[in-house]
């Protein structure tokens, strides 16, 4: 990465950062992990659950990393290079940069959380109040304690723009990361049984979420989705700290933005909407009712923020998902061509059963198949909302589940479907697949990240290439998605 002025330069990492540091350097970008290490890369050493990067130290620097973030007494490298920056603890030496960095920011910056939608909405947010307007925002789903401080980190001076997504997995875990933040705009998109494990009831993963509300800049904004039964909880942290609320809906009309009119189709949806008293007529080019609530966010924040609402319509109509988020691919085989909807990222109640219904408005040619796996992190509870998706499941017009786990091929028989049980994602599931689909057919794949789907989502997709499948993680087993 190469910008017209360095991200961080050796003075600021004195300054701002408490690194000692006797070299003069700059450097064009920041990693955590050694295998993402580009010439002129500040590299950070951070200690990990799966992974220590101090291990990878030597290996970031035969990189090109321009210098080294290390604690002091750290072994497993050469402790004598001058690039080496030492620091009590390289996650604080981070979070001070990521803090530095807010400080140098001019502009409007969006926080966005919720149960489901926070990486469709950043992306697309970012999508439509761009291109050539300087935006800076998380990239994958880089929200937990190391994500949002890398971010923010990596954000170029001169940013006109920043959009930060902010999850959470245990009670706490979002008030420190939005005051590092402090965003101007705060977005909880909804709130759903996500991470119900930690957490006793939706009630409490909601007042989780309005912990957002806490660090927003005077004179900020709270936009909330309000699609979900604790609307009113949200509502009211946000009135009591006296912030100006805003309300979205795709469906309660009172709402401050909400649909007019909508149509639709098998590939996009066409909508008019009111934004704040502002009619906007603009079409979706992602199907299902889910993504009309995450447009009119979308619309919502960009109106917050002071940008174009008409160029953010048009945004719209050419953006499309992220891999893993409701991408669809046409696969051409030797037999003809298959649909593939690639939901292969994440999975808990809401987001199936947005996904499910999704599934039921498409049209196929041929057959509907489904691989579904397990969803996690959703307490004793589990099997009990996998269930609740019966009817769902039901409606989409599936013909066959191939479930990976217990609870899915539970759910699958309570349906009353044809199912074909895996309990991991293996070649006996991408054999089992290949197999079954013929011309027309659409295939949906949807599951905790935790399963590797993605895996099985690669091999479908390099079918008709040839490509070999090389994912692999990132981070050196730092950066884990939260909630």
């Known amino acids: 990465m190469k910008l017209a002025e360095p991200l961080w330069t050796h003075v600021e990492a004195r300054l701002f950062a408490d690194l000692t540091s006797d070299a003069v350097w700059f450097a064009d970008g920041i990693q955590i992990d050694s295998r993402e290490v580009l010439p002129g890369d500040l590299f950070v050493a951070l200690p990990g659950s799966q992974a220590n990067g101090h291990d990878f130290v030597n290996d970031a620097i035969k990189r090109g990393a321009i210098a080294a973030v290390v604690e002091a007494g750290a072994t ?146 709270a936009i909330i989705g309000i699609d979900h039964p604790c609307a009113s909880l949200l509502i009211k942290k946000a009135k009591d700290l006296q912030l100006k609320t805003v309300t979205v809906s795709a469906a309660d009309t009172s709402a401050d933005v909400h649909v007019v009119k909508v149509s639709m189709q098998d590939n996009c949806s066409c909508v008019i909407a009111d934004v704040e008293g502002v009619r906007i007529s603009y079409k979706i080019n992602e199907p299902g009712e889910h993504w009309i609530l995450n447009s009119l966010l979308v619309l919502a924040a960009v109106r917050a923020a002071g940008s174009d609402l008409g160029l953010a319509g048009l945004s719209l109509a050419t953006w499309s998902a992220g891999s893993g988020r409701g991408r669809t691919s046409e696969i051409e085989r030797g037999f003809g061509h298959f649909r593939l909807i690639d939901e292969s990222y994440n999975a808990n109640p809401a987001s199936l059963k947005a996904g499910l219904a999704c599934l039921a408005s498409r049209k196929a040619v041929g057959q509907k198949y489904a691989v579904l796996a397990d969803m996690q992190e959703l307490g004793s509870n589990a099997l009990s909302l996998h269930m609740d998706c019966i009817d769902d499941l039901k409606a ?61 989502v690669d091999t479908l997709l390099h079918w008709q290439d040839g490509r070999v499948d090389r994912r692999r993680s990132i981070s050196n087993g730092n950066i884990q998605a939260a909630e």
């Open 76 to 221: 497993g490298f050469d402790t004598d290079n001058k690039r080496l920056l030492k620091t009590d603890d390289t996650k604080v030496a981070l979070n001070r940069l990521a803090k530095q960095a807010r400080s140098r920011m001019l502009g409007p910056v969006i926080a966005v959380t919720g149960s489901a939608g926070k990486t469709s909405v950043v992306q697309a947010l970012a999508s439509a109040i761009g291109p050539g307007a300087d935006v800076h925002t998380s990239i994958r789903s880089f929200n937990n304690q190391v994500g949002v401080p890398l971010s923010m980190a990596r954000m170029p001076r001169g940013t006109r723009f920043g959009i930060f997504e902010i999850g959470m997995s245990n009670p706490g875990e979002i008030a420190p990361l939005a005051e590092m933040v402090a965003p101007d705009v705060a977005l909880v998109t909804t709130i759903s049984s996500a991470h119900q494990a930690n957490f006793s009831d939706l009630a409490a993963i909601a007042a989780e979420k309005s912990a957002i509300f806490g660090s927003l800049k005077k004179g900020g904004t």
């Open 396 to 456: 989409s017009g599936v013909c066959k589940i191939f479930a990976v786990g217990e609870m899915m091929t539970a759910l699958a028989e309570k349906a009353g479907m044809t199912v074909e049980s895996f309990d991991q994602v293996d070649d006996a599931l991408h054999q089992s697949v290949e197999r079954q689909l013929n011309s027309g057919d659409v295939l949906y794949i949807k599951g905790a990240n935790s399963w590797g789907l993605g895996k099985l």
